[in-house]
């Protein structure tokens, strides 16, 4: 009623789905590796061990946009 105040109360759209890839397509290279690297691991902390691997594939999939 008051759009022309407070602009429109509808929300705004978002990007189609189909622009964005599916997590599971992307990164597959780096994800193999941290996969290999924390299936490895001969310490009781992978995470660690695995820390450059796994900042690789989190770089990658953020370049997608995702969060990991």
């Known amino acids: 009623m008051l759009d022309f105040l407070f602009g429109s109360s509808k929300p705004q759209a978002a990007p189609p789905a189909e622009d964005k890839p599916k997590p599971c397509c992307v990164c597959k290279p780096e994800k ?3 996969d290999e690297c924390m299936l490895k691991s001969l310490t009781d902390t992978p995470e660690a ?3 450059d ?3 690789s594939y989190k770089i990658c999939m953020e370049g997608f946009g995702f969060k990991v």
Request: charge should be positive; hydrophobic fraction near 35%.
């Open 32 to 34: 193999s590796a941290r």
């Open 53 to 55: 691997v796994i900042k």
């Open 49 to 51: 061990e695995c820390k």
